[in-house]
């Protein structure tokens, strides 16, 4: 997902003028309560002795911390939170948004910064105490049983996993010898799809016994004892070409 | 929604909307104040993810089926990742740094880091005010701190560390990056060489830095006083100074390497070393240390062989302690040497005299040989050495009072000389049945019934004793093979009876009386020797 874009720089060039404001969490989750609408509340400019103040009131259905339109919930959110205003010092703060196909745009630049503060009252209060109280809670519990579990561990003579493996171990019998030209294909078609084999795998594919196996190995192939591709078995050079592996191999009876 | 109608206050009052619709993910983007960046004189800009960490946390490619690969391979690495439970972090976009270039190619570029924590505890909103008066918010998804990057040339770190420390002897810091262009310019055409001279100067003096050099040969002093290009010429001649600095001390180093492995010289080393510009006047310098060397080259040779038969013998016989004796017997050596004969091939008489240990042999010839080599020039002092150079193969070893020793033992000597002239003591039968070294007292002092004084304490038994000083023991050795005293001293080592050594001899000398043994003369030297 490459996101080689373009910036659309239509907002720098307006030089749209945005805030930016830190919101508290809990007020933020309340606005993610808000209707499709998206109206959360009304903020308020004033201008109070020369400095300009800003408030933002929170709407009335928003308050409660339940389900929305529950409004006798226990605690409510406080509605009035004056807005702090900063200047933007020692930064430039541009904000720029990304599209869903990766489109990359300028909005605009940060004229102020903002802090959302709630009015403090009894109610705020309440609300900080249980909000500390969750975030006190550890998030792993121990917690003791007052029954031992029965369920798991049980002292078993045999285990399932093993009783069945035994069992198929029998069904499948003693691994036979086929016919060495029967192997050979076998071993050059599993090359030809991998160049290196490990001799329990080759086992697996083949199922033949392993002395015979090597046997054969050791005619047709190589070893690696070191290197990156280490106690794996491989062609010799002169059966394979991997180049076009499509083709037929050469095959030099043994 | 229109402002509706203020209160007393003179505010105005505007609806906050929060969208719902999040198709566009709002970030911001910072720029340091200090970097002046103003948007909207940009008039283009590309930006894109920093994709070079994908290296990183990308798997190594092999090659999936056919040529190559493995059988079953990510399973194992997969079952292996977990058995030794690492946990390789993913490789998310998201979080991956921006690149920002503005204006093209020409324009600056700039670098964008996530900066992490911005929306754990607190979220950030965006506030634009719409057209129609209302404030619309967006939540903020992420800040990115943008820093400007450099285009210009920068240092690595290690040619940042040679040029700091080079910093008191440049002037000329412009030159510095010069000749790492010049520098990189080499390398990218390698064939080519520059034509011009003062390229090529540049490029050897600027070279001398970056490229490992064993010696800092300056042919080129004559090149830089050449340049017309003062400045250039600076560098040029504090570098020379600095090389020949360099030189003469390299010169010396390789000399020393020779011997033992010196560390390589730090910068710090050529600062305040005073050296001519030329290069002839450092050759100079280092002569008067080679006639210091010398003799110390000297001195290894006779030390070295005596240490190395020191070690021989030592490892043989396993001696720690009583190293006194030893250096006694060395120096008793020594002193006969020139005591009683001055051109005496003490290999042979040693060969004859002793069987038993070939080494002995050879340290003896080698020691005697540098007993006497050394004893002429300086005496105390090649004692002094001699016995410091084997108590540094030993530790904790006393040194020698040399003359003090030599003193008894010339006496001894002649004690035991005069002692066989005077008197023909009996020879004593000891009992043949006892013959074993090992056995204490029970020996043949008894029979002999020359209770001496000496004696009792001769046979007591030492906590580890191979050899009691006996008279059976002594008889034995003569029968063996004519020894001279020295070889029966050497045999008898105080270690291993417990005695000292003046005592040794005192015990060695009465024995020989009570024996008397035949003597002859082989090579000039008084062996003894009994013939049962």
Redesign the interface.
């Known amino acids: 997902?490459?996101?080689?874009?373009?910036?659309n720089?239509a907002g720098?060039?307006q030089?749209?003028g945005?805030?930016?404001?830190?919101?508290?969490?809990y007020l933020?989750q309340q606005?993610?309560k808000?209707t499709?609408?998206?109206?959360?509340?009304?903020?308020?400019?004033?201008?109070?002795q020369g400095k300009s103040?800003v408030?933002?009131s929170l709407n009335e259905e928003l308050t409660a911390l339940g389900a929305v339109g529950e409004k006798d919930g226990p605690l409510q959110v406080p509605r009035d939170h004056p807005f702090t205003m900063n200047s933007v010092?020692?930064?430039?703060?541009?904000?720029?948004?990304?599209?869903?196909r990766d489109e990359?745009s300028?909005?605009?630049?940060?004229v102020h910064k903002?802090e959302c503060r709630p009015v403090v009252t009894d109610n705020y209060m309440k609300l900080k105490k249980v909000q500390m109280k969750e975030s006190l809670k550890p998030q792993r519990l121990s917690q003791q049983l007052e029954r031992a579990i029965t369920t798991a561990f049980k002292p078993v003579a045999n285990h399932n996993f093993n009783v069945e493996y035994e069992k198929k171990k029998k069904s499948e019998g003693k691994m036979v010898r086929a016919e060495r030209q029967v192997v050979l294909d076998m071993l050059f078609a599993?090359f030809?799809?991998?160049?290196?084999?490990?001799i329990k795998?080759l086992v697996d594919i083949t199922k033949q016994p392993v002395t015979y196996l090597k046997e054969i190995m050791r005619d047709i192939g190589t070893y690696n004892s070191k290197g990156a591709?280490k106690s794996?078995w491989e062609l010799k050079p002169e059966y394979?070409h991997?180049q076009s592996?499509d083709e037929g191999e050469d095959m030099q009876t043994a | 929604m229109a402002s509706l109608g203020s209160s007393s206050s003179s505010s105005t009052e505007y609806t906050v909307r929060v969208p719902k619709n999040t198709s566009k993910k709002y970030n911001i983007m910072a720029f340091n104040a200090g970097d002046k960046v103003n948007c909207s004189t940009w008039t283009h800009a590309r930006m894109e993810r920093d994709m070079s960490a994908r290296k990183i946390y990308g798997e190594e490619e092999t090659p999936e089926g056919a040529a190559g690969s493995e059988f079953g391979k990510k399973q194992r690495e997969e079952a292996r990742r977990k058995k030794y439970g690492i946990v390789t972090r993913e490789f998310k976009l998201e979080d991956q740094p921006w690149i920002l270039k503005v204006n093209g190619k020409a324009g600056k570029r700039f670098k964008g880091l996530k900066k992490g924590g911005v929306t754990e505890n607190a979220s950030y909103y965006i506030f634009t005010q719409c057209p129609d008066g209302a404030f619309e918010a967006f939540p903020v998804h992420g800040w990115y701190n943008f820093t400007p990057q450099a285009k210009h040339r920068t240092l690595t770190a290690e040619e940042a560390e040679e040029e700091w420390g080079r910093r008191n002897k440049v002037v000329n810091h412009f030159s510095i990056m010069l000749q790492r262009r010049l520098r990189e310019q080499e390398r990218g055409d390698e064939d080519e060489e520059e034509s011009e001279k003062a390229g090529k100067k540049k490029k050897k003096s600027g070279g001398r830095g970056g490229d490992l050099r064993i010696h800092d040969l300056e042919d080129d002093l004559d090149m830089s006083s050449d340049d017309s290009d003062n400045s250039m010429g600076d560098d040029g001649e504090s570098k020379a100074k600095k090389s020949d600095v360099g030189k003469g001390k390299a010169k010396k180093k390789r000399k020393g390497s020779d011997k033992e492995a010196l560390e390589d010289s730090d910068d710090g080393d050529y600062e305040g070393l005073e050296v001519d510009y030329m290069s002839d006047e450092s050759s100079s310098e280092e002569e008067p240390e080679n006639p210091k060397g010398k003799p110390n080259k000297e001195e290894d040779l006779p030390k070295g062989i005596d240490e190395a038969s020191e070690s021989e013998e030592e490892s043989e016989e396993e001696k720690q302690n009583e190293d006194e004796v030893k250096e006694e017997e060395e120096e008793e050596e020594g002193k006969k040497t020139p005591a009683q004969m001055e051109k005496k091939k003490k290999k042979d008489s040693s060969g004859e005299s002793d069987s038993s240990d070939d080494s002995d042999i050879e340290g003896d010839t080698a020691s005697a040989l540098f007993m006497k080599k050394r004893t002429p020039p300086k005496r105390a002092g090649g004692r002094g050495s001699a016995g410091s150079s084997r108590t540094g193969s030993r530790p904790g070893t006393p040194s020698i009072d040399t003359a003090a020793t030599s003193n008894t033992l010339r006496a001894a000597a002649n004690k035991l000389e005069l002692g066989k002239r005077q008197t023909q003591g009996p020879g004593t039968d000891s009992p043949a049945a006892k013959r074993l070294k090992m056995e204490p007292s029970s020996q043949s002092p008894a029979p002999s019934g020359k209770s001496t004084p000496q004696p009792p304490s001769g046979k007591s038994t030492p906590s580890s004793s191979d050899v009691q000083l006996t008279e059976e023991a002594v008889r034995r050795y003569l029968i063996r093979k004519p020894m001279t005293t020295k070889d029966l001293l050497k045999k008898f080592q105080t270690k291993r009876t417990g005695l000292s050594s003046e005592k040794t001899v005192n015990v060695l000398a009465q024995i020989l009386k009570r024996l008397n043994p035949e003597r002859k003369n082989v090579n000039d030297k008084m062996h003894f020797y009994l013939t049962e």
């Open positions: 997902m490459s996101e080689r874009g373009e910036v720089l720098a060039k030089s749209k945005v805030w930016l404001v830190k919101v508290p969490k933020a606005w993610d808000a499709e609408k998206g109206e959360v509340g009304k903020i308020s400019i004033g201008t109070k103040q408030c933002f010092g020692g930064q430039t703060l541009a904000v720029f948004s990304l599209g869903v990359i300028l909005e605009g630049m940060v903002a599993a030809e799809k991998h160049q290196y084999y490990n795998d591709h794996t394979r991997y592996a």
